[in-house]
């Protein structure tokens, strides 16, 4: 008897093969063009295979909490896994190429580690970099988050925008509170206190807690848990880890990530985005320290409390690594629907909101604002 034959394929058919293979050939140049080798597991073998998964004690049925879990016992588990995982920043890849993610695929939610290629600290940053009480390298860093980064006072309105409203009624209150931001930043800098409280990635916010910096034979590490906010496309959790090698004197940046979002998409997004938003900013931070040292001024020029770098800065850094500015270009591209997104993530229902201590881990420092002087009041 012989056997029926094949049916032909359907139209159905026919089209969800070829979407599946024009989608796997896009992640591939997009993947080629962030710079990111994505390494994607299923889970039978990430908690295995996956960069520092001897460490890391990954909770499937809560994922955002085995990256707190790291940060428990005075960030024991984070030195050992920076010891496992930095030497991932020094291996050859290929041209061109900025980091490594292996993140978990096939499930509802999203885990991943990531390791940013290590770059030079130049000798006027090294002794910044060696003291373990100054925050200046991890602040300088998180200024250059693109498209933009920082400390705030507080979270801002649902509707409103952290960049400058050109149409806004009342210009005082926008010159006061883009002032109260800057003044915020400067004091905290001048303070060199953790980085705590809530944090500006653009247009979405994060809450920072747990700020530690760690010292051991070889490596300085500077890390912070950084949790979403209400006013976040994304949902979880993420440990940023900022290495120094006191041996070659070099830098790396890792992180450690993982959270379930209500919205279908948005945690394979995650995966696939978070290596080129953390390279991105990582690269961008070594590039100005090169450009820099080449002047007399110190770490603290990087990062003088003003949203993102200057104008002139990024348009010298896409003159000098094109690569790098059209990164910085695709990495700040995703924050122009960010606040859509996560109005969307409103309705479908948050998980984490705050940091896993709420405002306990704050260092506070008060802000008086004058307000300005115009030519009505001379």
């Not at 960030?75 to 900025?98: D, T």
């Not at 990582?282 to 003088?304: I, N, P, Q």
Request: some cysteine; proline content about 7%; charged content about 20%.
């Amino acid at each position: 008897m012989q056997p029926d034959p094949p049916k032909p394929p359907t139209i159905r058919d026919t089209v969800r093969s070829n979407a599946l293979f024009y989608m796997r050939l896009s992640l591939s140049y997009f993947d080629l063009v962030t710079g990111i080798t994505v390494r994607s597991y299923r889970r039978d073998r990430f908690h295995t295979a996956s960069i520092g998964s001897s460490i890391v004690k990954w909770n499937y049925d809560n994922p955002e909490q085995a990256i707190r879990d790291l940060t428990a016992n005075n960030g024991e588990a984070v030195m050992k896994f920076v010891e496992a995982a930095a030497p991932y920043s020094k291996k050859p890849g290929r041209l061109g190429s900025s980091g490594v993610t292996d993140c978990l695929v096939g499930e509802g939610f999203h885990m991943y580690t990531h390791v940013s290629n290590a770059v030079p600290v130049p000798a006027p940053f090294q002794p910044v970099f060696g003291n373990i009480r100054s925050w200046l390298p991890f602040r300088a860093m998180l200024s250059v988050f693109p498209p933009a980064g920082g400390e705030v006072p507080d979270l801002p309105r649902f509707g409103r925008l952290l960049i400058d409203d050109p149409l806004a009624e009342d210009l005082t209150r926008e010159w006061e509170h883009d002032h109260e931001i800057v003044e915020y930043r400067q004091k905290r800098l001048t303070g060199d206190v953790p980085v705590s409280g809530p944090v500006a990635l653009g247009n979405v916010f994060v809450k920072a807690s747990r700020a530690t910096i760690l010292d051991g034979p070889r490596y300085t590490v500077r890390y912070s848990l950084m949790s979403t906010s209400e006013l976040h496309a994304l949902d979880g959790e993420a440990l940023w880890m900022q290495v120094y090698d006191k041996t070659d004197h070099t830098t790396a940046f890792l992180a450690v990530g993982g959270g379930r979002d209500n919205l279908w998409g948005i945690d394979k997004l995650n995966n696939r985005t978070a290596g080129l938003v953390f390279s991105t900013m990582h690269h961008t931070f070594g590039a100005l320290m090169g450009s820099v040292a080449k002047s007399s001024d110190g770490v603290r020029e990087l990062t003088d409390g003003v949203p993102g770098i200057a104008w002139s800065q990024s348009l010298q850094l896409l003159r000098d690594n094109p690569a790098l500015g059209t990164r910085r270009g695709l990495a700040g591209g995703f924050d122009v629907l960010s606040r859509v997104v996560a109005l969307m993530r409103r309705g479908a229902g948050m998980n984490v909101v705050d940091s896993p201590d709420g405002d306990d881990d704050l260092v506070e420092i008060s802000v008086t604002v004058d307000p300005p002087v115009t030519r009505f009041d001379e």
